[in-house]
């Protein structure tokens, strides 16, 4: 459940919320709720003074991150060679051929002919007329 709050009148110690229901394919509704319900459930999100809200901990947090990936990836046998330092970089055409079988570089309409980069205009040359 999402809650949005933007919408949230007090009528008779009552608090109307709109939330968006993803278990029913991301539908919007109301809920209707006693004050002191409402207040619980939002402080549920205030975290105490002292406190930080941090995003990654242990093996993913910032600080030697790829000492502790390698080290996590020896133990579990995964080869490093996929590290991406020995990986060779693909040109967007590449990747696409290796990924869907579909070559871009291939003319759409005799299926034929390669299509090569020749020039790449700058807009700053070319201005449209009024």
């Not at 709109?18 to 975290?47: G, M, P, Q, W």
């Not at 093996?59 to 790829?66: A, E, G």
Request: proline share 5%.
């Amino acid at each position: 459940m999402i809650y949005n709050l933007t919408y949230v009148p007090y009528v008779h110690n009552k608090v109307t919320i709109r939330y968006r229901d993803s278990s029913d394919s991301n539908k919007t509704k109301l809920l209707c709720l006693h004050a002191f319900e409402f207040i619980r459930r939002f402080l549920l999100h205030v975290l105490p003074d002292g406190f930080t809200k941090i995003r990654h901990y242990g093996i993913l947090s910032n600080r030697n991150r790829k000492t502790k990936l390698s080290r996590c990836k020896e133990l579990l046998g995964v080869s490093q060679a996929h590290s991406g330092d020995d990986v060779k970089k693909l040109s967007w055409q590449e990747l696409l051929v290796h990924v869907t079988g579909i070559d871009p570089r291939i003319c759409a309409r005799c299926g034929k002919g390669k299509m090569v980069l020749m020039e790449i205009l700058s807009p700053i040359l070319y201005t449209v007329p009024p």
